[in-house]
């Protein structure tokens, strides 16, 4: 499940960085927000964090573009996580 959440979350991301004045974007983080609170119920901040590195990786190495921004979209979703 994780490898599908990883794809689904990389495609988001994705999206919301190349079209940032997209009308669907409130429902896009909707979306990451559900993915973290799939992760965060499957292994805690942890797991937040080890999904957020790859795909943080992943943009910078494919798209050449920094995914940092996004990562307050999972905030409130554990204590650990404030970003």
Not at 4 to 25: K, R, V
Not at 30 to 50: T, W, Y
Request: aromatic fraction near 14%.
């Amino acid at each position: 499940m994780d490898a599908y959440l990883e794809e689904e979350f990389y495609d988001i991301l994705t999206y919301c960085i190349e079209n940032p004045n997209a009308s669907d974007l409130e429902s896009k983080k909707q979306r990451v927000s559900m993915i973290g609170k799939e992760l965060h119920a499957d292994g805690e901040a942890d797991a937040m964090e080890n999904m957020f590195y790859s795909i943080e990786f992943r943009i910078k190495d494919e798209l050449g573009r920094d995914a940092k921004q996004y990562r307050s979209w999972w905030n409130n979703i554990s204590d650990e996580w404030k970003y």
